[in-house]
């Protein structure tokens, strides 16, 4: 995820914590029906932290939320 920063600023924590529980379980379920579908076990893992790279800078996101608390 990148743009943390801005979302928290325009919707607040509530919202981004209802936004990622959703996301979440949405994966979870999609998880288990494809994994069913393929006839595999279920993910052990569905989500990873990847570094941002320069992805975060061409929609004027910031590059990540470090700078904002050091």
Known sequence: MTG???FLGKYGLD???D?????YTFLKAY????????KVPESIKITSI???????LLGGAT???YKYFI
Do not use: N
């Open 4 to 6: 943390i920063v801005q």
């Open 15 to 17: 919202k981004l914590k």
């Open 19 to 23: 936004y990622c529980e959703d996301g």
């Open 31 to 38: 998880d288990k029906e494809l994994s069913k579908d393929l």
């Open 50 to 56: 990847k570094p941002s790279g320069t992805v975060s």
């Open 63 to 65: 590059p990540g939320t």
